[in-house]
């Protein structure tokens, strides 16, 4: 079984998301991106069963901090 990240990240205009080198839209709140960011790794594991999906935030220090895993 593989990981994924799916990294919640600050933007200018809010927040977005980022999963294996693609971009989710931007988001005012880190709530609503959060939300999109579970739907698309919903569907990620649909396709592909063998994916374990690690939900991480990044911190105010710059850091990436695991949520949880999704397996």
């Known amino acids: 079984m593989r990981n994924c990240y799916c990294d919640i990240v600050p933007h ?14 931007r988001f005012p709140t880190f709530e609503l991106a959060y939300e999109a960011a579970l739907a698309a790794t919903r ?13 991480r935030q990044k911190n105010l220090g710059g850091h990436m901090q695991e949520l949880h895993r999704i397996n």
């Open 43 to 55: 569907a990620l594991r649909k396709e592909n069963r063998k994916v374990e999906v690690v939900m």
């Open 12 to 25: 200018p205009d809010g927040w977005t998301f980022l999963m294996d080198r693609m971009h989710g839209a």
